[in-house]
């Protein structure tokens, strides 16, 4: 298992990781204003994202293929608070302990690269997969955005979850 960069060719494989217009928005909430979006509009978007601030797209690979992205970036003033996001894993083999391992490596990668003392991230409260796995890595909720994003007709609250990274 590997754990590296964001390559441009990524963004072909995470955007088959989701079928329809809501699965991209759990995924990607309102960051993209249209949908579909193509692979183009990632990389574009995130090379833009590194040119300005401290953001880092990653990769999880096994055996040559992509299997997990997430984006690990320090968001404001405090350089030792940590944001993650755009966190996905491969559909088909979402449920066998990947996301729980892109999480793990992101933790990793946070401390030890970045000098993380607190990582954040938000997750739709629906997403109960997701919660508990971010859970299963000691993240905590702390906060609930009600009404967070609108999709069509529903309305979506956000949790915010924390890491507090000990000594």
Request: proline share 2%.
């Amino acid at each position: 298992m590997e754990f590296r960069n964001f390559k441009k060719q990524d963004a072909n494989e995470i955007l088959k990781w989701t079928k329809n217009e809501r699965e991209f928005r759990l995924w990607s909430a309102d960051r993209w204003k249209n949908y579909p979006i193509t692979p183009e509009d990632i990389y574009n978007t995130y090379k833009e994202y590194m040119e300005t601030s401290t953001f880092c797209p990653m990769s999880l690979v096994e055996d040559g293929k992509i299997v997990g992205h997430i984006v690990v970036r320090i968001p404001g003033e405090d350089k030792n608070k940590i944001r993650l996001g755009f966190v996905i894993v491969d559909n088909s083999i979402r449920g066998k302990g990947y996301g729980k391992k892109l999480m793990m490596e992101a933790i990793k990668y946070a401390k030890e690269k970045l000098n993380a003392k607190e990582i954040t991230l938000g997750v739709i409260t629906f997403n109960t997969r997701a919660v508990k796995c971010y859970e299963s890595v000691g993240f905590k909720t702390t906060q609930i955005n009600k009404d967070f994003l609108q999709f069509q007709d529903e309305h979506w609250d956000c949790a915010e979850m924390s890491l507090i990274i000990e000594e």
